[in-house]
């Protein structure tokens, strides 16, 4: 069984940043992508960023050039550092890894979600 924790969310004036974590814990043998999703109230989910074992990233456009996402692969935690936050960017955050378990078969985990809140 593996386990996804995130941490970091919280409430933040327009113009400010935040860090979210995420720890994968468990049976890992490796972890592919990771992944920084959200959902709005009302709204789909959506991608937000994500990032490759070897570190290569991409980001949705809404978020390109105030978010960076980033991973240590030692400890299996994913990061998103969100900087110059909008109001737009309350949402529930929630972390995705594909992982390699250690019989090596391949599955999809999320976490629990963390809010995050901007204020105008």
């Known amino acids: 069984q593996v386990q996804l924790v995130e941490s970091g969310g919280g409430l933040v004036q327009a113009g400010g940043s935040l860090r979210l974590s995420c720890t994968a814990s468990?049976?890992?043998?490796?972890?592919?992508?990771m992944r920084w999703y959200r959902q709005a109230p009302g709204k789909q989910r959506e991608l937000v960023a994500v990032?490759?074992?070897?570190?290569?990233?991409n980001y949705a456009d809404s978020v390109k050039g105030r978010f960076t996402i980033s991973r240590d692969n030692t400890k299996n935690t994913v990061y998103l550092q969100m900087n110059s936050l909008l109001p737009e960017d309350t949402a529930a955050y929630y972390c995705?890894?594909?992982?390699?378990?250690?019989?090596?078969?391949?599955?999809?985990?999320w976490g629990q979600g963390t809010q995050v809140t901007v204020s105008s």
């Open positions: 995705n890894a594909e992982v390699i378990n250690t019989g090596r078969s391949i599955y999809d985990y």
């Open positions: 990032i490759t074992r070897g570190g290569m990233s």
């Open positions: 468990g049976s890992i043998f490796s972890i592919n992508a």
